[in-house]
Nanobody, 117 residues
Framework: HVQLVESGGGSVEAGGSLRLSCAAS????????MGWLRQAPGKEREGVGR???????SYADSVKGRFTISKDNTKNTLYLQMNSLKPEDTAMYYC????????????WGQGTQVTVS
């Protein structure tokens, strides 16, 4: 049973930072591609960034230079470091696992709320 549990969300002032974590269990974490996505009220879910098996990352234009995805395979944990936060970054943030690295996601966490004021 695959389980993803996010943590680290909260409220922060514009310009501040947060680090989200996603603890993974129940599968061979290091072989999966992983991603962070977010959904703001009234908007569609959008990709924030992604990390592949080899640690290569890619980001949405809206967060490039401000957000950094990393992972610790020894801890089965994915991270999203968010700096220079803006009010438009306010959303529910989800981590997700792409089992076959095809671009889609097979497993999702429950989400953690980030509010920037």
């Amino acid at each position: 049973h695959v389980q993803l549990v996010e943590s680290g969300g909260g409220s922060v002032e514009a310009g501040g930072s947060l680090r989200l974590s996603c603890a993974a269990s129940g599968y061979i974490y290091s072989r999966y591609c992983m991603g962070w996505l977010r959904q703001a009220p009234g908007k569609e879910r959008e990709g924030v960034g992604r990390i592949d098996r080899d640690g290569r990352t890619s980001y949405a234009d809206s967060v490039k230079g401000r957000f950094t995805i990393s992972k610790d395979n020894t801890k089965n944990t994915l991270y999203l470091q968010m700096n220079s936060l803006k009010p438009e970054d306010t959303a529910m943030y989800y981590c997700a696992a792409d089992r076959f690295c095809t671009g889609g996601y097979n497993y999702w966490g429950q989400g953690t709320q980030v509010t920037v004021s």
